[in-house]
T-cell receptor, first 115, second 114 residues
Framework: EAGVAQSPRYKIIEKRQSVAFWCNPI?????LYWYQQILGQGPKLLIQ????????DSQLPKDRFSAERLKGVDSTLKIQPAKLEDSAVYLC?????????????FGSGTQLSVL | AQSVTQPDIHITVSEGASLELRCNYS??????LFWYVQSPGQGLQLLLN??????LVQGIKGFEAEFKRSQSSFNLRKPSVHWSDAAEYFC????????????FGTGTRLLVSP
């Protein structure tokens, strides 16, 4: 079974530029999550989708971050414009409906450096 | 709202020695508790989780954890550490109802000395 795919693996941009991350969850997983992991901290949930609907985006900085999950499969997270404090690893995870709650399957992440 | 505290930022253990990583949670109802491991440059992998029933749960790679409601703790243990266990370990708590939203602790980095 293929895992959660994320790209790119690394991204370096200058502040005020825009950037986009892509995630393809495990086939059949209805729930998709984007987490932000700042160095030295645990992952923080940015947004959660159930199919193509948003379940929770309470911690998403909506003035600069946006995410979509068209057709309920893959997802894109965008930052525009980026700030220095956005430097982090962005993790995508997925889980099946009816799966044991919390059993999230994570991708390897995209490491973003904002200069 | 739920929260997790992992008081140890770093722990160094000799190979073959036992290990205990501490986790304390705060949640008003019955929590769902998890331990994830993250190797360098990798995503997180689930080691074990607790929902209900037996308070001692077994996970992968020889890890176990014990839920102690009276202490609001869910400590992770392993009787004999291997060099390959060096990684970052995250404790997480989720709500027992509704859509799963995990709150993670800040992690404990495990170093294994020869």
């Amino acid at each position: 079974e293929a895992g959660v795919a994320q790209s790119p693996r690394y991204k370096i941009i200058e502040k005020r530029q825009s950037v986009a991350f892509w995630c393809n969850p495990i086939s059949g997983h209805a729930t998709l999550y984007w987490y932000q992991q700042i160095l030295g901290q645990g992952p923080k949930l940015l947004i959660q989708f159930q199919n193509n609907g948003v379940v929770d985006d309470s911690q998403l900085p909506k003035d600069r971050f946006s995410a979509e999950r068209l057709k309920g499969v893959d997802s894109t997270l965008k930052i525009q414009p980026a700030k220095l404090e956005d430097s982090a690893v962005y993790l995508c995870a997925s889980s099946p409906i009816g799966g044991k709650g919390g059993e999230l399957f994570f991708g390897s992440g995209t490491q973003l450096s904002v200069l | 709202a739920q929260s997790v505290t992992q008081p140890d930022i770093h722990i160094t253990v000799s190979e073959g020695a036992s290990l205990e990583l501490r986790c304390n949670y705060s949640y008003g109802a019955t929590p769902y508790l998890f331990w994830y491991v993250q190797s360098p440059g990798q995503g997180l992998q689930l080691l074990l989780n607790y929902f209900s029933g037996d308070t001692l749960v077994q996970g992968i790679k020889g890890f176990e954890a014990e839920f102690k409601r009276s202490q609001s703790s869910f400590n992770l243990r392993k009787p004999s550490v291997h060099w390959s266990d060096a990684a970052e370990y995250f404790c997480a708590v989720g709500a027992s109802t509704g859509f799963q939203k995990l709150v993670f602790g800040t992690g404990t980095r495990l170093l294994v000395s020869p």
